[in-house]
C-alpha cells in the first residue's frame, strides 16, 4: 500500500509545483467559500445581493441604455 501512495518529491518538475500548489489554494478557498456561504450570520448580507445579476436585465427591457 505504501508504494501505491509514494511520491517521489525530488521528481516533480515545476509543473507538477505548481498544479499541486494550485489544487491546495483552490481547496482551501472551496471551503472558505462553503463556510461564508452557509454561515446563518451571513444570511442577510447574502440576501441582500440576491437580485443584483437580474438588474441590468430590467433596466434594458424598460429602454435605459448605460
Known sequence: MGDYFHT?????????WVGLIMTVVVFFVMIWAYVYTFNPKNRDKLEAQRHIPFADDDDFRNGEKK
Do not use: Y
Not at 517521489?8 to 507538477?16: H, I, L, P, Y
Open 8 to 16: 517521489d518529491w525530488a521528481a516533480m518538475t515545476v509543473n507538477d
